[in-house]
Structure formats: C-alpha cells, structure tokens
C-alpha cells in the first residue's frame, strides 16, 4: 500500500470519530478490506499517536507522523500475516518482510495466512513495555480472524486488562468469524465503506479507465478496484466473459490461479442468481449475462464453488481443475436449454 492511503476521501470522518469519541481500550472494527477498513485502523492508530495537541486527525508534520509514515513508529505495531504484507506491500522500518525460507529444506515455503502464536506472544511483551515517545501504545491486528484458538486465547488476558496507556484494534471482514470471547471482550465498530459515488469518484481521479465496469468487477470496493486495474484489467474482456463462459468459449488468463478463477465464476453465479430472482445483478453489466438459467442448476454450482472455496489452500492439478469448472459452467446453461 502506498503511504497516503490513509488519507482516502471516505476514512477521515470516521477515523476522526473513532479516534476522538471512542473510550474503550479494545476496539473491533468491521468492515471490507476493499473499502479500506485497514487504512481506516491505520488512521485512527496514527491520530492517537500523533504529537499535535488536540490533533483530531494525523498532522503529518510532527515526527510521530513522520515515523508513522514508514511504519517506524515504535509506539504502533501492526500484527499481519505474511500473506497480507505481501499484499499491502507492508514494510516495517524500511526492512521487507517476510522472509522467504523456512528451513528444513523447504525453502520456498508460502507466506502464511496466519498471524501466529509466536507474533502475539512476542506482541504481548512489547505491550508490557512502556510507551517509547510517551504517548498510547497501539496493537493492531488485520485481520483478527487470522488468529487461530491458541493465539486468539493468548491474547484474551491483555484485551480484558490492557497495561495502562494501551490500545488495541482488531480489524476484521467479518467480526463473527472471531472467537466470541474476543468479541465481547472488544467495543464493536461497523465501517460501512464510501458510497458508490465516492468509490466512482476516486477511482476516476485515479485514472482508472472504465472506471464503472471496475469498479463493479470488484464488488464496488475502490482499493480491490484499484487492485484489479493494476493487475492489467481489461474491460471488455470482463463484458464479453459472461457470455463466452456460458457457450464454453472462455479462456482463462494466462497465469490464473484455481482461487481467482473460482472468484470470477462465484461472481458469474452470483449475478445469474440475481438475473434468475429478478434482481440487480452486481459484479456485470445486466445486459452482458446469458439468459436466465435454470434455478436447480444454479444453485447446484454455487455450491459445488462454494466447497472448491474451503479448499483454496489445496495443491491443486490446475489444468484438470480449469478444465473442470469450465466445463461444470458451462453445463449451468446447455442444461438448462435441454430442461427448457
Ligand atoms: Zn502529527
């Protein structure tokens, strides 16, 4: 992530009000990650951390701003899987994490999708230190479901009876994937995300070409927007995908992996399901969908996605299962004209 994602348009009145009406000393904050519930946390850690008196949002001038601008702020620290660094482009203090190697021989190892027992513990500590520029300490932890049982009851202890002067907040796409115990341990904070027009609005400002079609490729989430236009997004590729699936003509980019290829084709099902229950679809234009499909066949397929799903981290014949799921979609629609 660039530095001033902080300052997205639509996070400055909510982190204003976050930072300065907020109390409690362990928030949960909800919200998508493509909307910016992460820079949003960041926002409100950087508020509380920041040396202007009174400062109702970061000045970036003082020198907590400046060390909080490269993530070298020894009073904040962000605890995220590796996979998710990878995917903000995370840094600390300048040095790139994580690394690579693992030992054991296995030295490609993949970054984890886990925040791990060791960082909590290690988080622990460090809470249990006195502030280093004298102001709160903050922990933030995207996402919290990230922690499995034995690192989410690790930290009950410090959220119940944070150390004086502590605050922490655990950011997360869907709070009741969290441990109940976390959660009523946490004050909760739903983040609602820009409104279409803002989206729209900043992702033209971006430059983004056909700043419509990509923004509702991508759920009408700006930064996942952003994400797929730096990917090489191609617009009428994504009109014309609908329809070329549906007559078995659709080949996948070069280089797709089993999990994106099952998000687009979640996102084809979704929008047939909505067209087939007279619905606004919502990832494709409505008149770029094969007509309407058959219900049973439908929901049949959104299942069958839904199972690939549980097992995305499974080492996969990529070409097989391409092979596959195209075919299996396919059949959502010549199954459908034979029923008709
Ligand atoms: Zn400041």
């Not at 190892?109 to 520029?133: F, H, L, M, Y």
């Not at 494709?284 to 839904?306: M, T």
């Amino acid at each position: 992530m660039t530095p001033d994602d902080s300052t997205l348009p639509w996070l400055a009145g909510p982190a204003r009000d976050i930072a300065t009406r907020q109390r409690g000393h362990a928030l949960l904050l909800q919200g998508n990650a493509g909307a910016g519930v992460f820079e949003l946390a960041l926002r409100v850690a950087r508020t509380w951390l920041c040396e202007t008196a009174a400062a109702d949002a970061p000045c970036g001038r003082c020198t907590a701003c400046h060390l909080l601008a490269t993530n070298s702020h020894p009073d904040l620290l962000a605890l995220l899987p590796e996979l998710t660094q990878v995917e903000l482009g995370w840094s600390v203090g300048g040095n790139d994490a994580p690394e690579a190697g693992d030992g054991e021989g296995r030295a490609k190892r993949k970054p984890s999708k886990e925040i791990r027992i060791e960082a909590v513990r290690d988080a622990i500590g460090w809470t249990q230190k006195s502030s280093s520029r004298g102001r709160a300490k903050v922990l933030l932890l995207f996402p919290a479901d990230a922690m499995n049982l034995v690192a989410s009851n690790a930290l009950l202890k410090t959220l119940e009876e944070p150390p004086e002067g502590v605050r922490l907040l655990l950011v997360a796409e869907d709070a009741e994937r969290l441990l109940p115990t976390l959660r009523s341990r946490c004050q909760r904070l739903l983040f609602e995300g820009p409104t279409p027009e803002q989206a729209l609005a900043w992702l033209e400002g971006q430059g983004a070409a056909n700043a419509p079609v990509l923004l509702a490729a991508a759920g009408g989430q700006p930064l996942a927007a952003r994400r797929l236009a730096a990917e090489g997004f191609d617009a009428a590729a994504w009109i014309a995908l609908p329809r070329r699936v549906a007559e078995g003509r659709w080949e996948p980019p070069a280089g797709a992996t089993i999990p994106r290829l099952r998000e687009v084709l979640q996102k084809l099902c979704h929008d047939a399901m909505a067209l087939a229950a007279g619905a606004e679809p919502r990832y494709f234009p409505a008149d770029s969908l094969p007509p309407v499909a058959a219900w049973p066949r439908l929901a049949d397929w959104s299942q069958s996605l839904a199972r690939l799903a549980r097992h995305d981290e499974h080492p996969f014949n990529a070409p097989l299962i391409t092979d596959s799921l195209l075919t299996e979609a396919k059949a959502v629609w010549t199954k459908s004209r034979g029923r008709a």
